[in-house]
């Protein structure tokens, strides 16, 4: 009987397989509902895609917005885990900043867009610097509760054994500290994406962003379709894989001891 039962790792396959064909059977409906003005089926969109990725000129597009992402988490994830550190070891620097950063977190990004032009200019810079904007509050906040909350016995013992500033960052702060800071990466992850398309749909010549605006304004519905399941794709995938590693770590935590 064990022999016909699935595997783990069949369980974890099917779930999310289930999702895309629940997507794909509502995509297909809404197809039916609305005709091929509003939304086209999902096999021709497919189609266009793979089309679409086999041309020479989507390649620069596609190597544009991959550039500036990387850039922007680049600056986000370091930015961001740096000013954690720094806020959540001074305790009085944090609580004065806490309040700031969650207000400005909850202003809505598009808002300061006119900023962002003025201080940039049109183009990658523009680009990087608002998907780093977007991503960069998640990850100081993770950090600074991380950092924060390290258990004070894990500190004592640091300094029983006479280690270093640097010793005790690398074997007490990082373990204890990496798995809530790995789940603020994640969630800084998909804010970054977002800003960096939002950064390209509207100051750009070049990039996803760029060929999804300009489908917009011919109305290529087929083309739009195209790019957002490439984009969607994109990002369940490495939200995924995040995922999977920040259970991972999670599990992996060492119990806490009596503080």
Not at 116 to 127: E, N, S
Not at 222 to 232: G, N, Q, R
């Amino acid at each position: 009987m064990n022999a016909l039962r699935p595997s783990g790792a069949m369980r974890g396959i099917r779930a999310p397989l289930l999702v895309v064909l629940s997507l794909a059977v509502l995509w297909q409906v809404l197809h039916q509902l609305a005709g091929d003005t509003a939304i086209t089926a999902p096999a021709p969109t497919l189609a266009h895609l793979w089309t679409m990725i086999g041309q020479a000129r989507f390649l620069p597009h596609l190597r544009e917005t991959g550039l500036a992402l990387a850039q922007a988490l680049l600056i986000a994830c370091a930015g961001g885990v740096g000013i954690g550190v720094l806020l959540g070891g001074h305790r009085l620097s944090g609580e004065v900043a806490e309040p700031l950063l969650v207000g400005l977190y909850s202003i809505p990004k598009i808002t300061l867009y006119p900023v962002i032009l003025l201080l940039f200019g049109l183009g990658m810079p523009a680009k990087v610097a608002f998907g780093a904007l977007h991503g960069i509050i998640p990850i100081v906040l993770f950090t600074m509760s991380a950092v924060r909350n390290v258990n004070r016995v894990y500190l004592r013992a640091g300094r029983a054994m006479r280690l270093t500033p640097a010793q005790t960052a690398w074997y007490i702060l990082v373990p204890a500290t990496l798995p809530e800071i790995f789940s603020g990466l994640r969630i800084g992850f998909s804010l970054t994406l977002l800003g960096t398309m939002m950064g390209e749909l509207f100051a750009s010549q070049r990039g996803l962003g760029f060929l999804l605006m300009t489908a917009i304004d011919l109305n290529d519905v087929k083309t739009i379709l195209a790019i957002a399941v490439l984009i969607s794709a994109f990002a369940l995938v490495t939200n995924a894989a995040l995922l999977a590693i920040d259970s991972t770590l999670h599990r992996g935590a060492a119990p806490e001891p009596p503080r």
